[in-house]
């Protein structure tokens, strides 16, 4: 709505047990029941009702004269079908328990409901909530399935846990060494998974995957120890990065190097509307036929085997071989493999382009210039080659950001450029290709090490062998050598690079852009 700032009506009833039963703010009102009665002042309005991702948006102009009141249905519909998928927002917080944004938890309730979030994860500062009671309070426990978890808030980054034994002490977040601060999360009493957030934002002087901390390229820490988290934020809708694409490639090296971590979207939303719950969020193979008694337990094996969406406004499922699908190892496959990517999303959002990354690496960029459906943006099949070696591949999709109010993505907050394109995404998970047939997957460091050990680090040696492999291995292969103390810039690497095909001399360089001058 526009201009002015609705209150609800006195004509009604307007608590449940001295609850308010509608969240409003400036121009939004979020209902649990579907049906909100408001007071404008007279004049002309824009109204939309929505409900998040899942469904479709009604518009409707109205000139309100003085003294009147009038019913207006708005009645829509489910658009994106999401079988055997659970909507999650793994990072969540409330005013009531956190003390910063504006969402009260009674307001919490509404909103997650009102954004069609059927797995909420309470991550609170330091704090256990537990959203069972006022869910059924402000009568929208049908609607999701709540669970403890929380930000450990330290010094050296934020953690979201879950689920955590309701009554359980939290962890302490003094902890800034990180393989004691893991093992004190893992201590927790219920956790199965650990997430790190936001991984490129900066609090307290300190950010997760600062040049110091973390090699980009390789995915490796550079802090010595290994990491040892099972999921990372790619998209919080909160706390996005000015380059979308930048954590999606830090997690991609985490991949290269031979971490098994999953990319999860959340929102991170600590109000009502400035930002909107549930924005960025994580789509989980288990079964949602019944929100309010989601399986916990099956929802957090699924996000530690990878079996997870991520999305910002489009929804991007893969097979391979229509066998195959996020998440699966797929083993067995002939000269060609059959790549097929679907992009989903509301008639609202829009998608222009898809890619596709192996060994995080893209090898496909489609632009899509007419949507098929105005659901199924679009299918695609690309067949191709399986490579001798094996590789993780990954979908992106993108389009411009939506333009009615209703959906507005938020400006990075911590930004690194002045230039702002806000999109719409949606990624998948890997599907592990086992392109060299033992049954396994092997990540690209694995197979340098493998060469490295057999050939030595001769320069000459190690770029010719390279050549049957591809950039990523190649720029792990670079990292080895540097570690035993031949620099990748020296005149005999140059040298023997001039004669090397072009995505190992890509793999040296990217990895030689990341070494000091
Ligand atoms: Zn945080
Ligand atoms: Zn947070």
């Known amino acids: ?250 997690w991609l090296a985490l991949l290269n190097y031979g971490y098994r971590v999953t990319a999860v979207g959340s929102s991170d939303c600590h109000d009502v509307s400035r930002y909107i719950v549930g924005q960025g969020r994580s789509y989980v193979l288990c079964d949602d036929s019944h929100p309010g008694k989601i399986n916990i337990e099956e929802a957090c094996q699924s996000f530690l085997k990878g079996r997870v969406l991520v999305s910002l406004g489009l929804l991007v499922q893969m097979s391979v071989d229509d066998k195959f699908g996020v998440g699966d190892l797929a083993t067995g496959l002939g000269e060609l493999t059959r790549v097929t990517v679907t992009v989903l999303g509301p008639s609202w959002a829009r998608a222009d382009r898809v890619e596709l990354y192996a060994n995080g690496v893209r090898i496909r960029d489609q632009h899509i210039d007419v949507a098929a459906g105005p659901v199924e943006k679009t299918r695609i099949t690309w067949m191709i080659p399986r490579p001798a070696y094996d590789t993780h591949l990954v979908a992106i999709a993108s389009g411009p950001a939506v333009a009615g109010p209703y959906w507005p993505i938020a400006k990075p907050y911590q930004p690194s450029s002045r230039v702002w394109e806000p999109r719409v995404l949606g990624a998948t998970n890997p599907i592990w290709v086992d392109g060299d047939g033992d049954g396994r997957f092997t990540p690209p460091r694995a197979y340098a090490k493998e060469i490295v050990k057999r050939v030595g680090v001769d320069p000459k040696k190690l770029v010719a062998e390279l050549a049957k492999y591809d950039e990523s291995v190649a720029a792990q292969a670079a990292s080895l050598c540097q570690a035993t103390g031949r620099d990748v810039r020296s005149a005999e690497v140059e040298e023997a690079l001039k004669t090397a095909l072009q995505h190992v001399k890509r793999g040296f360089a990217a990895y030689a852009n990341t070494q000091q001058k």
């Open 1 to 250: 709505m526009e201009d002015s700032q609705p209150s609800t009506s006195d004509h009604q009833p307007s608590t449940i047990n001295h609850q308010p039963v509608l969240a409003l703010r400036p121009g939004v009102v979020y209902t649990g029941s579907g049906t909100a009665r408001i007071g404008l002042p007279a004049g002309d309005y824009t109204i939309y009702a929505s409900r998040g991702f899942e469904y479709s948006v009604r518009t409707q102009q109205l000139t309100l004269p003085p003294g009147r009141s009038y019913p207006l249905p708005m009645r829509i519909r489910r658009e994106v079908p999401t079988p055997g998928m659970v909507a999650c927002d793994t990072h969540v917080h409330t005013f009531t328990y956190s003390h910063h944004g504006d969402a009260t938890i009674e307001e919490r309730m509404l909103t997650l409901a009102g954004e069609g979030i059927e797995l909420p994860i309470a991550t609170d500062h330091d704090i256990l909530t537990d959203y069972s009671e006022p869910a059924r309070r402000m009568r929208v426990q049908d609607y999701f399935t709540p669970v403890i978890g929380d930000e450990v808030t330290t010094e050296a980054g934020h953690f979201n846990i879950f689920p955590v034994q309701p009554g359980s002490r939290v962890p302490d977040h003094r902890i800034t060494d990180w393989p004691k601060l893991m093992e004190e999360l893992r201590a927790t009493p219920g956790v199965r998974v650990v997430v790190l957030n936001h991984p490129r934002n900066i609090h307290n002087n300190f950010q997760p995957f600062a040049e110091k901390n973390f090699n980009p390229v390789t995915g490796e820490n550079r802090r010595g120890f290994e990491f040892s988290f099972d999921a990372i934020e790619v998209a919080n809708s909160s706390a996005l990065q000015s380059d979308l694409m930048l954590t999606f490639h830090d």
